[in-house]
């Protein structure tokens, strides 16, 4: 990503951006997947624990850049779920896929019980 910084800040040519654009964005996507993996190594080697449903959801929140999507966690402060402790990443690539996904009639994501 630094090169293609550098890369970038030099060259003049505005017809350019778009590409750079495309190069960044699959860069940043190909980091993504590095850090996936190197976390995926780490399911199962701790044992399950009880987690709050409600915290795991504000949790995840936190990280899943939502942009005009509003978050509506219904969820009761007390429901738990018996689970490995990267339960959480669950809760972000649910978040960051509804986010990013192509259907942007939406703009609550709800997270509740009934």
Not at 57 to 68: E, F, N, R, S, Y
Request: proline share 5%; glycine share 6%.
């Amino acid at each position: 990503m630094g090169y293609l910084t550098i890369l970038e800040q030099k060259q003049a040519d505005p017809k350019l951006d778009e590409y750079f654009g495309k190069v960044s964005t699959a860069a940043k996507r190909i980091s993504a997947m590095i850090r996936f993996t190197r976390e995926y190594e780490s399911i199962g080697v701790n044992a399950p624990v009880w987690e709050g449903c409600s915290i795991l959801i504000d949790t995840a929140a936190k990280q899943v850049p939502l942009g005009q999507v509003m978050l509506k966690n219904d969820l009761p402060a007390d429901a738990e779920v018996f689970a490995d402790p990267l339960i959480v990443k669950v809760c972000y690539n649910l978040m960051d896929n509804a986010v990013r996904g192509e259907d942007h009639n939406y703009p609550v994501l709800c997270a509740g019980s009934r």
